[in-house]
């Protein structure tokens, strides 16, 4: 039980599909984030919300739409992905945006496939 | 801009032995740095988190080191189990928030 939950865990979409990711916590967190984990690459930073509002977004390309309805939820909106877009995407939650003391919590991930 | 590496990619050991893993970053005015671990398939799991005026985080097995000046951070972990095998991360943030870089990981194997 890591307190972030995530669906689905695995999803498989043509490029001309539109589906999304569902992140839920529940430590009473005020932030959350959506990460992306391609092999080989550092985990790159997506999108942060914190307290509902979006805070961050690191150049991620439009076909990602995050959505955050409130603190507890958040969603990646998906639509004409490319292959090159297969990756992990992780969903994690803090106390706040400031990191100092605070841990950071990670769910276990979506596998996305592009085909 | 920030750079993390982290040497070697992989490792591989036998039970009972310490070890120590290594991260470098390039830019030396870190906020805090935090080590995760994450099993196969998994999400990360934070271990330690050393702030920028501390120099060391012990948790258990584990012991985390930082020297700001030079740009590296250790991860020791003492009397390696099996149940150590996973890829260790670092990462580091400039400006107090969770906006971290990370390194691509050490991937651990502990042999029984």
């Known amino acids: 039980e890591t307190g972030v939950t995530q669906t689905p865990r695995h999803l498989v979409m043509g490029m001309t599909n539109k589906k999304s990711l569902k992140c839920e916590q529940h430590l009473g967190h005020n932030a959350m984030y959506w990460y992306k984990q391609s092999a080989k690459k550092p985990l790159e930073l997506m999108f942060v919300y914190n307290f509902k509002e979006q805070t961050e977004n690191n150049s991620v390309p439009s076909r990602f739409s995050p959505e955050c309805p409130n603190s507890s939820h958040l969603f990646l909106h998906l639509h004409t992905l490319q292959p090159e877009d297969s990756a992990l995407y992780l969903c994690a939650s803090s106390q706040g945006w400031d990191s100092s003391g605070n841990t950071i919590y990670f769910g276990e991930g979506s596998w996305l496939t592009v085909v | 801009k920030q750079e993390v590496t982290q040497i070697p990619a992989a490792l591989s050991v036998p039970e009972g032995e310490n070890l120590v893993l290594n991260c470098s970053f390039t830019d030396s005015a870190i906020y805090n740095l935090q080590w995760f671990r994450q099993d196969p398939g998994k999400g990360l799991t934070s271990l330690l988190l050393?702030?920028?005026?501390?120099r060391e985080q012990t948790s258990g097995r584990l012991n985390a080191s930082l020297d700001k000046s030079s740009g590296r951070s250790t991860l020791y972990i003492a009397a390696s189990q099996p149940g150590d095998s996973a890829t260790y991360l670092c990462?580091?943030?400039?400006?107090?928030?969770?906006?971290?870089?990370f390194g691509t990981g050490t991937r651990l194997k502990v042999l029984a």
């Open positions: 990462a580091v943030t400039t400006s107090g928030t969770y906006k971290y870089i």
């Open positions: 050393i702030q920028s005026s501390q």
